[in-house]
């Protein structure tokens, strides 16, 4: 008798449905990202048919798959660091306001980072182009901008359009796990709106 089907006749019926047997699932990776995102869920762990689960172990034998959502936002400016920036402040227009949803820190290499630095050349402004800032508190997800850490901020005009991915949204409207893809030059910065979920 196989592992699978022992777990299934002997263990399942004693678990009273609070533990549910994970099958094989007999399809691509392509396969089964495009039906994790037609469901909405957040990812999928995969692992080698020949592992074994190994407990407080990490190990190449299983990975986590996070699916990412997308869209376009507006840099509307950014955290400065060493030579150039830490994190991009980016939003999106609701009719003529920009509302702030992020600081992004994560996609970028060295070289990238110093790439996007230099379009902000001719761009600084001294006050704050989004119409939602300062927020009370930093919230759960540590993205409030509050005022205190808006002093740490540079502004810029709101020109520049970047497509950045990210896991959800929070349900005071900011990213998590947000992260920066490349600069779009495709779309004015006024056209970008918050995309609806699909599905």
Request: aromatic share 8%; with cysteine.
């Amino acid at each position: 008798m196989s592992a699978a089907n022992w777990l299934r006749a002997k263990m399942l019926p004693r678990m009273h449905g609070e533990i549910r047997f994970s099958e094989t699932l007999e399809a691509t990776a392509a396969e089964i990202v495009a039906a994790v995102k037609k469901q909405g869920l957040e990812g999928v762990i995969a692992k080698r048919r020949d592992s074994h689960y190994e407990p407080g172990r990490r190990s190449g034998a299983w990975s986590k798959m996070r699916i990412n959502k997308g869209q376009e936002l507006v840099i509307g400016g950014y955290v400065p660091s060493g030579k150039n920036f830490d994190s991009l402040i980016v939003g999106y227009y609701e009719r003529d306001d920009l509302i702030y949803v992020a600081r992004v820190r994560n996609g970028f290499v060295p070289a990238l980072r110093v790439k996007v630095f230099e379009r902000f050349h001719k761009l600084e402004i001294k006050t704050c182009p989004f119409s939602n800032l300062p927020q009370r508190d930093k919230g759960r997800s540590g993205q409030g901008l509050t005022a205190d850490k808006m002093a740490e901020c540079r502004w810029l005009k709101p020109h520049l359009v970047a497509q950045i991915e990210y896991a959800d949204w929070t349900d005071v409207n900011h990213l998590r796990h947000s992260k920066f893809i490349a600069l779009r030059n495709d779309k004015p910065a006024k056209d970008v709106r918050r995309e609806q979920a699909v599905g």
